[in-house]
């Protein structure tokens, strides 16, 4: 049965778009039918309830866009679903205040960004889409260590990466960078964990962008671009200042026999921060993933993601060949893996604290 009833005064009609999407657990024996009428529809009709409390205050002079997009984030046994107005940008105040309170209602850590649009769920097709490729067509190795030996230090407690990257390294992309693209080669690596943490969307950057930046912000002459010249530490903290914001810590050390001492340190580096470490010395340029260190003897090995491996991307012949592996100051034959005559600069990338 329908009933009039006439507006007390002028009325005007408002038509909006509003995308629905629910997630639904059901027992694998529900009929469809009992699944549809008792889950599908009552949580259709409360996901419409909850967008109508929200926008019915600005329906008369905003367009509202709501979407709601499903999550995981960690230490979560059950999705979530947050409904999120399109039309602010992620970076904006509004849609950064909303995740922020999500984060602490929820307990999740306030340093990094575990409910923006990029870390939603995807089902169907669009789980082959890969979302973090530094280009499109490009096909990276991730997470390589994962496949390694241990360490051998007897005793050690192990501090890693916190994290995926994508593994760079000489001739990646086309490029002939033998013999000097190594330190443009862990930037790249670096770069990517940020990418795929969702701190950043924008590409994993080629030599020649490396080189353009260092161009603009005054530190690198014109000529500089399309050269073959080595960059060091301090090149890479000012490129990630400039593409991410990111800020860095620099270590200094005068001789390879120094890095162990430094070896609490980088293990508290990678417990807070968990980003990948450059080290560079002379002139060679290495990624660190991680530490196994005994506080008690000294004993400690350095997770080293080599960027001089000059291969196809043969996870088996990386991790048999040592280009990802776990290295002592000294090993069990007394050779030095780091120099005792070459200082080194450690760049310690911080995670930026953001939702």
């Known amino acids: 049965m329908l009933k009039y009833f006439p507006a007390p005064a002028p009325a005007s009609l408002r038509v909006i778009d509003l995308k629905l999407d629910i997630l639904c657990y ?121 496949e390694i030996p241990s360490s051998g230090v007897s005793g050690g407690i192990m501090s890693l990466i916190d994290g995926s990257y994508e593994y760079y390294h000489y001739l990646h992309d086309g490029i002939d960078d033998n013999g000097w693209g190594c330190a443009y080669r862990s930037l790249q690596t670096i770069m990517s964990w940020y990418r795929l943490q969702q701190y950043s969307s924008i590409n994993v950057p080629s030599h020649r962008e490396i080189q353009q930046v260092l161009v603009e912000i005054g530190d690198k002459d014109p000529s500089f671009i399309g050269s073959r010249e080595w960059i060091g530490a301090i090149e890479l903290s000012f490129v990630l200042d400039k593409l991410l914001g990111a800020s860095c810590k620099i270590i200094n050390v005068r001789s390879g026999d120094e890095l162990p001492e430094k070896c609490r340190e980088l293990a508290i580096h990678f417990e807070t921060q968990g980003t990948p470490v450059m080290i560079g010395g002379g002139v060679l340029a290495y990624t660190l993933l991680g530490v196994d260190y005994n506080e008690a003897s000294g004993d400690c090995a350095f997770l080293i993601l080599d960027p001089h491996y000059t291969g196809g991307d043969d996870l088996k012949k990386i991790v048999n060949g040592g280009w990802c592996a776990w290295k002592k100051s000294v090993d069990s034959k007394g050779r030095s893996f780091f120099l005792k005559d070459k200082f080194y600069n450690l760049l310690l990338p911080q995670r930026p604290n953001m939702v």
């Open 26 to 146: 059901s027992s694998m024996d529900l009929p469809v039918a009992v699944a549809v009428s008792e889950l599908v529809i009552p949580g259709l009709a409360d996901q419409l309830s909850i967008m109508k409390k929200a926008i019915v205050s600005e329906l008369l002079t905003q367009q509202p866009q709501l979407c709601p997009y499903h999550f995981v984030p960690p230490g979560l046994l059950i999705p979530l679903t947050a409904i999120y107005d399109t039309r602010y940008g992620e970076i904006e105040e509004k849609q950064s205040e909303l995740r922020r309170n999500l984060h602490f209602r929820l307990g999740l850590p306030l340093d990094r960004p575990l409910l923006r649009t990029s870390n939603a769920l995807t089902f169907g097709a669009m789980e082959m889409r890969d979302r973090s490729s530094s280009k499109s067509g490009s096909s990276l190795l991730r997470d390589v260590h994962k």
